[in-house]
């Protein structure tokens, strides 16, 4: 944690706004990892917004994924699938390998959907 933060301090001093969204990233997968969920999706959240204005669409993808899990860990389904299917079709169209399992986990989310 204390490395990601100084890694975050120091992109944010050579202006280096890509890195500083996925460090943002690791940090979240850190924070939620040790339960701190808000704080994760406050990360996550930050990241989604730098990888926006650069225009990463792969990083948002994986930024979206991140909250999506975090919302069907919560059992905010709903809100998975609104993370989750943006995330697909960015996967899907740069043919990125993680589409697949970001499918399994929508389809598993719409069945917990459908079974509530």
């Known amino acids: 944690m204390t490395l990601y933060k100084q890694s975050l301090a120091l992109k944010e001093q050579i202006g280096d706004i890509g890195g ?3 460090t943002l990233q690791q940090l979240g997968i850190l924070k939620a990892k040790s339960g701190e969920i ?3 999706i406050a990360l996550y959240k930050q990241s989604l917004a730098i990888t926006e204005q650069i225009g990463d ?3 948002q993808a994986m930024t ?3 909250l999506g899990h ?3 860990q919560q059992g905010d389904y709903n ?3 609104d ?3 943006p995330a697909l079709e960015i996967l899907q169209r740069i043919q990125s390998p993680d589409a697949e399992a970001v ?3 929508l389809v598993r989310v719409q069945d917990l959907i459908r079974n509530s």
């Open 20 to 22: 500083q969204a996925v």
């Open 79 to 81: 809100q998975a699938l």
């Open 38 to 40: 808000k704080e994760a």
């Open 83 to 85: 993370y989750l299917q």
């Open 64 to 66: 979206l994924w991140c």
């Open 57 to 59: 669409v792969q990083g």
């Open 103 to 105: 499918r399994q986990m």
């Open 70 to 72: 975090i919302a069907e």
